[in-house]
């Protein structure tokens, strides 16, 4: 190295050996603190002294150090690995596993080691064996980086959500001094030569480790950790240390290909590398590969193979994804193959008619139109059992299954696996049919459990949806029955009115003023069962906007029409108000309360109406001296569809007169005495003039 290059190693080197040895002395005065920071100081020794060799060499340029800074290497390693394997043993027994898995990292560790130490031995003695030890030493060297890489991925992974705060400091440290080995080491290996700029700087980055270190040690105290066993943690830990061993070893062919290779070697070292990637490609992007993992942790690594929590958070939340119920459908077949790797499925559910199970949906699987009845034998051994039928299984001991005769449809589903129900309570609203496994998987009590449960969700989600869906459908024909109503209510007024006019006609149908009449009548008939029509197709909301309305002359119409009927009506009206509404719908209610005033009245009593304001509101008092109604008729039936007083009567008008006022904002209050009689009080909001746009509206300028 020059001079400059050496002054830049020395001052790195250094760096390192100051700021770990201050770390060391801090530790030191809590060595009774625990075993985690004991350990920790131990890496603060040993990376000290691999700061100490790193400067010697610096400085005197001898490769004696230069060799026992690579030694030193191996054992700040070796710290590194005690520490993050003590960190990963919990403080309360977590099962017979976490010892298992925390021996065989720790012999993966220990091999590491040996091996580089055995490298460094063999280079110091000039011995080479099979491999040329700096090629192993450097392969060495990279497999330890990787390693490390998975062991804090692997605390930072399992620890408990509320300790990863303490633990995150150290994780980003360690990790990017980690990457930085992974580069230095990867170009060696490449080149066959180390990169003389990063070495020279190597103490300096791995000198930055100590503050982050430094931030987890106050956040976490004593370093009491809650490592929290995760299958996907540990599934992604095998597959990382999978691709890294896969590289390491594709990258040996790929250096011996180009050491024996002549001429062509870079050439066949290039090809093998493309074709090394496109496999590991291919390999990731394989479902089939991704099962086969997932059955091997859960073997091997976990006395349960699910994780219950995250199986039961990634089931709820494939459920809740759903945008309707043939979308719902599929989510129930995809969330169910998942959990027992199936790559397709089907669903069947109960007809509305409860007589037969249909196809509703699919997933990688072709669409059928067979059903099968609710009581053929598959269906009453589904629902009495409530077992998940395994038809591998049925095939070759069907005497498990006490009996059961597999439908012919059934039997011709291609690759068909396992059969699971679907209940909610008591009552099977449903069965999935799932497609082989991508890998093998023995089906046992905990995946028959699972899938059960899972199932009974999966019901509870489907008939709720059912529920849902009916619901809304009952209440579309509620609106539709409850407009229905309010139309055959104004028929009969109509109906009522025209035979009135047809009893007349007998005695008067010479009058030319009766005829007069009768001709309006039928004109007014016509039109009020026009806009009965248009209701009809265009629901109860009417389809202008309110307009002004002048209540004096709304009365005076209806005093007129009474009139005609033989009936006397009192009006005694104040100024002129013009009140916000619908004309014909308010005329339609004024003239409903009118009309039960007058059939509660006998002949010879007193009806009347009367107008005035009211701050910003129209009063209309529409008074009798009729029957009168009770109180608790007043409480509890007034105003309630189909409860009236009249023997012939519906009970929908003072039902459809109070929901109109209250859509406009106003308030209908009625006092009623049994035997003495009613005043109905009508608020309806004024409509205000102040502006041209509004007095647009008034019914006398809009014609």
């Not at 690995?81 to 065989?104: H, N």
């Not at 067979?370 to 070759?396: H, Q």
């Not at 006998?602 to 701050?615: A, D, K, P, Y």
């Amino acid at each position: 190295m020059d001079a400059s290059r050496e002054t830049i190693t020395a001052w790195s080197y250094g760096l390192a050996v100051c700021v770990y040895a201050a770390f060391a002395i801090y530790l030191a005065a809590g060595w009774r603190a625990g075993l985690r920071r004991r350990a920790l100081f131990v890496v603060a020794v040993l990376c000290t002294l691999w700061g100490m060799a790193g400067l010697a060499f610096a400085l005197t340029g001898q490769a004696i150090f230069l060799a026992g800074s690579l030694v030193a290497d191996i054992f700040r390693f070796g710290g590194w690995y005690f520490f993050l394997l003590v960190l990963l043993k919990p403080e309360s027994s977590a099962g017979d596993l976490w010892p298992t898995r925390l021996c065989w990292l720790g012999g993966v560790a220990l091999t590491l080691l040996v091996v580089g130490v055995a490298a460094q031995i063999m280079i110091a003695l000039g011995v080479e064996f099979i491999f040329v030890p700096r090629r192993l030493a450097l392969f060495d060297s990279l497999a330890m980086t990787v390693f490390t890489l998975v062991l804090v991925e692997q605390l930072f992974r399992n620890v408990s959500p509320d300790w990863r705060w303490g633990i995150k400091p150290l994780c980003i440290g360690l990790g990017g001094a980690v990457l930085f080995d992974l580069y230095l080491y990867s170009d060696a290996l490449l080149f066959n030569r180390i990169d003389v700029d990063a070495f020279s700087i190597r103490g300096f980055v791995h000198a930055l480790v100590v503050p982050m270190v430094a931030i987890s040690t106050v956040r976490s105290h004593d370093w009491k950790s809650k490592i929290v066993l995760s299958q996907r943690a540990a599934l992604q830990s095998v597959t990382l240390v999978a691709v890294g061993v896969y590289l390491l070893f594709m990258a040996a062919a790929g250096y011996y290909v180009r050491y024996f290779g002549g001429d062509w070697g870079r050439a066949f070292q290039l090809a093998l590398l493309f074709a090394a990637l496109l496999l590991l490609g291919i390999l990731s992007l394989s479902g089939s590969m991704r099962a086969k993992f997932r059955v091997l942790v859960g073997k091997h690594f976990f006395s349960y193979r699910y994780d219950y929590r995250d199986e039961w958070l990634r089931f709820t939340n494939t459920l809740s994804s759903q945008d309707g119920f043939s979308e719902m459908g599929t989510h129930v077949v995809k969330g169910l193959a998942d959990m027992v790797e199936s790559p397709a499925g089907a669903l069947w559910l109960k007809d509305p008619s409860a007589r037969f199970f249909a196809q509703a949906s699919c997933w990688n699987m072709p669409t059928s139109s067979v059903t099968e009845a609710v009581d053929s034998a598959l269906s009453l051994f589904l629902i009495d059992s409530g077992w998940v039928i395994n038809l591998e299984e049925y095939r070759s001991l069907p005497r498990r299954y006490d009996g059961l005769k597999l439908p012919v449809w059934l039997v011709e589903i291609p690759n068909a696996w396992l059969l699971v129900p679907l209940t909610t309570g008591s009552e099977m609203i449903g069965f999935v049919v799932l497609a082989t496994a991508r890998t093998k998987i023995d089906v046992n009590w905990e995946v028959n459990d699972l899938l059960k449960t899972a199932g009974r969700q999966a019901g509870a989600f489907l008939g709720q949806l059912q529920a849902t869906e009916a619901l809304l459908e009952v209440r579309k024909f509620d609106a539709f029955n409850r407009m229905s109503a309010f139309v055959v209510h104004d028929l009969k007024n109509i109906v009522a009115q025209l035979s009135l006019m047809l009893k007349n006609a007998e005695r008067h149908r010479d009058n030319p003023e009766f005829q007069k009449d009768m001709l309006m009548t039928v004109e007014h008939s016509v039109e009020r069962m026009r806009q009965l029509m248009m209701q009809l197709r265009e629901g109860a909301t009417p389809v202008d906007s309110p307009r002004g309305i002048d209540l004096g002359d709304v009365i005076r119409r209806i005093q007129a029409a009474k009139t005609a009927q033989g009936r006397d009506l009192e009006i005694d009206l104040a100024d002129k108000l013009v009140a916000k509404g619908h004309e014909d719908r308010v005329e339609r209610v004024i003239g409903h309360i009118v009309q039960n005033a007058l059939d509660a009245t006998e002949n010879g009593g007193r009806v009347w109406v009367s107008l005035e304001r009211q701050q910003d509101q129209a009063l209309i008092k529409v008074g009798d001296s009729g029957h009168g109604m009770t109180p608790e008729f007043l409480r509890e039936r007034l105003f309630k569809p189909f409860q009236t007083t009249k023997p012939a009567g519906m009970g929908i008008g003072a039902y459809e007169s109070s929901q109109y006022v209250h859509e406009l904002g106003g308030k209908i209050l009625v006092d009623s005495t049994l035997n003495v009689g009613t005043q109905v009080s009508l608020l309806l909001p004024l409509f205000d003039v102040s502006s041209g746009a509004d007095s647009s509206l008034l019914r006398g300028e809009s014609e």
